[in-house]
């Protein structure tokens, strides 16, 4: 799980940790704002994390953007396109 | 592929159905917004809908709003609850 100024990159651990790293964040280095960063099959477990994390975690949490875009990514087999997220969540 | 009131439901089939639907709409039914909706799993493919119509098919539409939430769904074992995604294109 990737961390850096505040951004925190989807990946292929559990929803939960996710939601513990943003959680956590918020509170121990007092953080206004987190981004929720996600590409590809990852964007449906970025919204879990956002999702979970306002409900259950951090009722006064907002959503302060919602961003979606293509990324081009280099595989084996050349440049590829891959959609992404970025859900912003302010405290 | 559920259809009514501008708003595309994202199912199971392939993802160019689902763009080829919301263009289709956009220039047959003469609206001018859209909203895709998709849950759980889906969401990763409702923004591939969303960003393949935008980049190919409609480079002057925008996104009105990007919406999510979560609902609750009955299923065998009782009521859970599942992401959601709204997005809005207007062109």
Redesign the interface.
């Known amino acids: 799980m990737s961390e850096e100024n505040n951004i925190i990159y989807v990946g292929k651990k559990p929803t939960m940790n996710y939601v513990l790293a943003v959680v956590t964040q918020f509170n121990t280095n007092n953080v206004e704002k987190i981004v929720i960063k996600a590409r ?5 477990k970025a ?2 994390i ?2 979970i994390t306002k ?1 259950k975690f951090m009722p006064n949490a907002k ?1 302060a953007d ?5 990324e081009k990514v280099e595989g084996e087999r050349g440049e590829s396109n891959v ?3 970025e ?1 912003t969540i302010a405290k």
């Open positions: 590809g099959k990852s964007i449906s919204v879990d956002a999702e409900n959503y919602i961003h979606i875009t293509t959609s992404s997220i859900i």
